[in-house]
């Protein structure tokens, strides 16, 4: 068995070393339901509290603002389904490069007599605020901006944009619910929701060494939602609560945000490895990267490359027979080829570029020689690859 | 043997001096499918499976997926005596009733004994009065009843419940051996089994280009291929590594002929393998003008490709039929998923619409990819699905 190189951080970090027993832990000691008013539910009900107390510190938040869910994707879907309870339907703003936790709801939004504006990266893969200004509308109701892209790792400048929504919201005399989905934020760029003047925000547990099925969504007030249950969770996200997930995910933000200068110095590194020898590749060309502008920030865990011809997919599949584990953002299917890179080419990459792209994140772990290494075995694999390929 | 079921064929009637092979494939095609031990015999142009399986629907569904069968009913045969008959058909009666709890129904009797004592009229009245009289909640209808309960006077009294619908056509097996071209796609599918409806056994063989193609794609075509092999009363799958012929067209070819070539790659291919299974015809889901490499022209280069017959079941048939009969047999869910059986860098962005056959067939050989195709059809491995 060869040694595995895992460079899909972005799409799933590992479980952090201490959490598989940790989690163990808190299943067998809270096993009441903490919605119960018995001792047991109780106790169970106080780990919930804590966890949230802790990560309201963390965030900059009160800790009602903070609403435990399943994940990213849920976060997301509540705020968005929210929208369907207005009365009287408005205009909404989605960036074209959102998770399509968000972007897929459109034609539902549509549907129920919605007016939809999308707006569009530039080729950088920012968000411009004069490309949003023309875009606010007296009725505009909801604005939605992912915080660092998935795919691109743009780093998008929220607070200018929050700034322009809100100067317009003040003269036109109507609230505008912004959200961020800020799941590849979290643990890998200094972000607090509670410092910005946003409404919501969703984050996910997995992307930074939590267990998966666990998610947060910062609110700043509570909203109207779709679906009823128990009332747990402020009757946001009703439904008995993940008590080990939670309280891990808890730990592994803690130890995240605790690290956050080190980890963000030591993924800047190996970007800057990763791209210098990515560079020296036949065949491999870096996307997004601050090419002639400093001021342009992109996520140091994440690098998007093509290596068109080559199908992104393809590749992936070639160096995972190796051991060594990427992601890609495309699919070299002919069916909905587009719906497959819509991000990057929403952020002026050509359809044959997006088909060969690929992205590569680091974590806390992640070495320079898993990268030498990568880099080594992606050269090998790709010039056998690009030999057949014209 | 607790469970009877009465068995009308169709297609197979017509058949004359040749009947009894039909007959012998269908009885046989029939117990394969059944876990526990069956018996059939043939009573008057009737088939009656008498089978120690007791899993009802098990047996509904091996006998509904049987080609060559048009229908068939639940049964239980009991003494003739009128008390038995009545018991017997208040039993389907309370079954039928869950389905249609307010429902009409009407009672349809045939004497083939003469000698027994009341007539056919007779049996109905009694046993429709009896239904009747046990559920006060139905009612007749003679024209258009919700379900009907048939009694036949035999040498037993036959009782028999609602009739299911079956596949129709003549038994797999009846009609010599081909080799079906699966793809992950809606059309192949279908193609293999309208054959299977024609009599026609099949192996298959599915052209995999990893890591061209996804893994996905390969369990989408086993997926396909065990939800068919019921229809085709079984079927081997051959999984033909089709990546270095691939990448040889990608590397000799001109890009625009590179589709078709590919085809008849897969067609010589298909026909290596058949001839150690004695497979003696290919299928393939083609349709008239549905892309590039299903035009006349395209059709009759790949055609050429081969010495054996290529059946085209689809050849008129509209999409929407073909999905309809998908959904029938229950492939078009599986079909639909996004695991795509050929990489876009193998698919031409202008592939020939009107090839010349003649150009195309020097094309192939200037390819010199025998002994690849050779290679991959000895390489190729047997995945077995039973019925």
Same mark, same amino acid.
């Given at each position: 068995?060869? %040694?595995?190189?895992?460079?899909?951080?972005?799409?799933?970090?590992?479980?952090?070393?201490?959490?598989?027993?940790?989690?163990?832990?808190?299943?067998?000691?809270?096993?009441?339901?903490?919605?119960?008013?018995?001792?047991?539910?109780?106790?169970?009900?106080?780990?919930?509290?804590?966890?949230?107390?802790?990560?309201?510190?963390?965030?900059?938040?009160?800790?009602?603002?903070?609403?435990?869910?399943?994940?990213?994707?849920?976060?997301?879907?509540?705020?968005?389904?929210?929208?369907?309870?207005?009365?009287?339907?408005?205009?909404?703003?989605?960036?074209?490069?959102?998770?399509?936790?968000?972007?897929? +709801?459109?034609?539902?939004?549509?549907?129920?007599?919605?007016?939809?504006?999308?707006?569009?990266?530039?080729?950088?893969?920012?968000? %411009?605020?004069?490309?949003?200004?023309?875009?606010?509308?007296?009725?505009?109701?909801?604005?939605?901006?992912?915080?660092?892209?998935?795919?691109?790792?743009?780093?998008?400048?929220?607070?200018?944009?929050?700034?322009?929504?809100?100067?317009?919201?003040?003269?036109?005399?109507?609230?505008?619910?912004?959200?961020?989905?800020?799941?590849?934020?979290?643990?890998?760029?200094?972000?607090?929701?509670?410092?910005?003047?946003?409404?919501?925000?969703?984050?996910?547990?997995?992307?930074?060494?939590?267990?998966?099925?666990?998610?947060?969504? +910062?609110?700043?007030?509570?909203?109207?939602?779709?679906?009823?249950?128990?009332?747990?969770?402020?009757?946001?996200?009703?439904?008995?609560?993940?008590?080990?997930?939670?309280?891990?995910?808890?730990?592994?933000?803690?130890?995240?945000?605790?690290?956050?200068?080190? %980890?963000?110095?030591?993924?800047? +590194?190996?970007?800057?490895?990763?791209?210098?020898?990515?560079?020296?590749?036949?065949?491999?060309?870096?996307?997004?990267?601050?090419?002639?502008?400093?001021?342009?920030?992109?996520?140091?865990?994440?690098?998007?490359?093509?290596?068109?011809?080559?199908?992104?997919?393809?590749?992936?599949?070639?160096?995972?027979?190796?051991?060594?584990?990427?992601?890609?953002?495309?699919?070299?299917?002919?069916?909905?080829?587009?719906?497959?890179?819509?991000?990057?080419?929403?952020?002026?990459?050509?359809?044959?570029?997006?088909?060969?792209?690929?992205?590569?994140?680091?974590?806390?772990?992640?070495?320079?020689?898993?990268?030498?290494?990568?880099? %080594?075995?992606?050269?090998?694999?790709?010039?056998?690859?690009?030999? +057949?390929?014209? | 043997?607790?469970?009877?079921?009465?068995?009308?064929?169709?297609?197979?009637?017509?058949?004359?001096?040749?009947?009894?092979?039909?007959? $012998?494939?269908?009885?046989?095609?029939?117990?394969?499918?059944?876990?526990?031990?069956?018996?059939?015999?043939?009573?008057?142009?009737?088939?009656?499976?008498?089978?120690?399986?007791?899993?009802?629907?098990?047996?509904?569904?091996?006998?509904?997926?049987?080609?060559?069968?048009?229908?068939?009913?639940?049964?239980?045969?009991?003494?003739?005596?009128?008390? #038995?008959?009545?018991?017997?058909?208040?039993?389907?009666?309370?079954?039928?009733?869950?389905?249609?709890?307010?429902?009409?129904?009407?009672?349809?009797?045939?004497? *083939?004994?003469?000698?027994?004592?009341?007539?056919?009229?007779?049996?109905?009245?009694?046993?429709?009065?009896?239904?009747? #009289?046990?559920?006060?909640?139905?009612?007749?209808?003679?024209?258009?009843? #919700?379900?009907?309960?048939?009694?036949?006077?035999?040498?037993?009294?036959? !009782?028999?419940?609602?009739?299911?619908?079956?596949?129709?056509?003549?038994?797999?097996?009846?009609?010599? $051996?081909?080799?079906?071209?699966?793809?992950?796609?809606?059309?192949?599918?279908?193609?293999?089994?309208?054959?299977?409806?024609?009599?026609?056994?099949?192996?298959?063989?599915?052209?995999?280009?990893?890591?061209?193609?996804?893994?996905?794609?390969?369990?989408?075509?086993?997926?396909?291929?065990? $939800?068919?092999?019921?229809?085709?009363?079984?079927?081997?799958?051959?999984?033909?590594?089709?990546?270095?012929?691939?990448?040889?067209?990608?590397?000799?070819?001109?890009?625009?002929?590179?589709?078709?070539?590919?085809?008849?790659?897969?067609?010589?291919?298909?026909?290596?393998?058949?001839?150690?299974?004695?497979?003696?015809?290919?299928?393939?889901?083609?349709?008239?003008?549905?892309?590039?490499?299903?035009?006349?022209?395209? !059709?009759?280069?790949?055609?050429?490709?081969?010495?054996?017959?290529?059946?085209?079941?689809?050849?008129?048939?509209?999409?929407?039929?073909?999905?309809?009969?998908?959904?029938?047999?229950?492939?078009?869910?599986?079909?639909?998923?996004?695991?795509?059986?050929?990489?876009?860098?193998?698919?031409?962005?202008?592939?020939?619409?009107?090839?010349?056959?003649?150009?195309?067939?020097?094309?192939?050989?200037?390819?010199?990819?025998?002994?690849?195709?050779?290679?991959?059809?000895?390489? *190729?491995?047997?995945?077995?699905?039973?019925?």
């Amino acid at each position: 068995m060869k %040694n595995s190189i895992y460079l899909d951080w972005a799409a799933s970090a590992p479980i952090n070393a201490d959490l598989p027993s940790f989690i163990a832990d808190a299943l067998l000691t809270f096993q009441g339901n903490p919605s119960s008013i018995h001792i047991e539910g109780k106790t169970a009900g106080i780990q919930i509290d804590n966890s949230r107390k802790m990560c309201a510190t963390l965030l900059g938040t009160k800790p009602e603002q903070l609403v435990f869910t399943s994940g990213g994707t849920e976060s997301n879907n509540i705020v968005i389904s929210s929208l369907f309870r207005k009365k009287s339907k408005g205009h909404i703003i989605i960036s074209a490069i959102e998770h399509p936790s968000i972007y897929e +709801y459109s034609t539902t939004l549509k549907d129920t007599g919605f007016d939809i504006s999308y707006i569009k990266p530039d080729l950088n893969g920012f968000i %411009n605020s004069n490309d949003l200004i023309p875009l606010l509308k007296p009725n505009t109701v909801f604005v939605s901006i992912m915080t660092v892209n998935n795919e691109t790792g743009a780093i998008q400048p929220l607070k200018s944009l929050i700034s322009i929504i809100r100067n317009f919201q003040q003269t036109n005399g109507r609230s505008i619910h912004i959200h961020t989905d800020a799941v590849q934020a979290l643990g890998k760029i200094p972000f607090k929701p509670g410092l910005l003047d946003i409404d919501s925000a969703s984050f996910s547990a997995h992307k930074i060494g939590g267990s998966k099925g666990t998610g947060l969504l +910062y609110l700043k007030k509570p909203i109207s939602v779709l679906s009823p249950g128990g009332g747990q969770e402020f009757s946001i996200r009703p439904g008995t609560e993940n008590i080990a997930g939670i309280m891990a995910f808890t730990r592994a933000m803690k130890e995240s945000l605790n690290k956050l200068n080190n %980890n963000i110095k030591h993924a800047a +590194y190996l970007k800057s490895l990763l791209i210098t020898k990515l560079l020296k590749i036949d065949g491999v060309e870096v996307l997004f990267r601050s090419k002639t502008d400093d001021t342009l920030q992109y996520s140091s865990f994440i690098v998007s490359a093509t290596v068109s011809p080559v199908p992104g997919e393809v590749l992936v599949r070639v160096l995972s027979d190796e051991c060594i584990f990427i992601s890609t953002g495309s699919a070299c299917s002919s069916k909905n080829r587009k719906k497959q890179g819509r991000v990057l080419i929403a952020s002026g990459i050509s359809e044959k570029d997006a088909a060969g792209s690929i992205r590569i994140s680091t974590g806390c772990s992640t070495t320079e020689e898993n990268i030498i290494d990568f880099c %080594n075995i992606l050269d090998e694999k790709l010039s056998e690859l690009k030999k +057949y390929l014209r | 043997m607790d469970n009877l079921y009465l068995i009308k064929i169709g297609e197979i009637s017509l058949k004359k001096g040749n009947r009894s092979r039909f007959e $012998k494939q269908l009885r046989f095609n029939i117990k394969k499918k059944l876990r526990k031990p069956s018996r059939i015999t043939i009573q008057k142009g009737r088939f009656f499976l008498e089978t120690d399986e007791s899993d009802i629907k098990n047996i509904q569904y091996a006998l509904s997926t049987t080609p060559g069968l048009v229908g068939f009913t639940r049964a239980v045969k009991v003494k003739k005596n009128i008390e #038995d008959i009545k018991t017997a058909a208040l039993d389907f009666a309370n079954e039928l009733a869950i389905s249609y709890p307010a429902g009409t129904f009407k009672i349809e009797s045939r004497r *083939a004994d003469k000698g027994f004592k009341y007539t056919s009229y007779e049996i109905s009245s009694l046993i429709g009065e009896y239904l009747l #009289d046990s559920i006060p909640s139905l009612k007749v209808d003679v024209h258009n009843p #919700d379900w009907t309960i048939s009694i036949e006077i035999r040498d037993l009294a036959y !009782i028999y419940g609602a009739q299911e619908k079956g596949t129709g056509g003549l038994p797999v097996g009846s009609a010599g $051996k081909g080799m079906l071209l699966l793809s992950g796609g809606i059309d192949s599918p279908v193609a293999g089994y309208l054959m299977a409806k024609r009599g026609l056994r099949m192996d298959a063989v599915y052209f995999h280009a990893y890591p061209y193609t996804s893994d996905d794609a390969l369990l989408k075509v086993k997926s396909l291929a065990e $939800k068919i092999a019921p229809y085709l009363s079984g079927l081997s799958l051959f999984v033909v590594s089709f990546t270095d012929f691939q990448l040889l067209l990608k590397q000799k070819a001109r890009e625009e002929e590179i589709t078709l070539l590919m085809r008849a790659g897969m067609v010589k291919i298909a026909e290596l393998i058949s001839k150690n299974r004695g497979n003696i015809c290919l299928v393939t889901g083609e349709s008239l003008s549905q892309v590039a490499s299903q035009t006349v022209e395209s !059709i009759r280069y790949t055609g050429s490709e081969t010495d054996l017959t290529i059946f085209r079941p689809l050849i008129g048939m509209d999409k929407e039929d073909i999905i309809k009969i998908a959904k029938s047999i229950d492939t078009f869910e599986t079909s639909i998923l996004p695991f795509e059986d050929c990489c876009t860098i193998f698919s031409p962005k202008h592939p020939l619409v009107t090839p010349d056959r003649e150009k195309l067939k020097k094309s192939f050989i200037l390819l010199e990819g025998e002994n690849l195709l050779k290679e991959a059809a000895e390489k *190729a491995e047997r995945i077995y699905f039973k019925p």
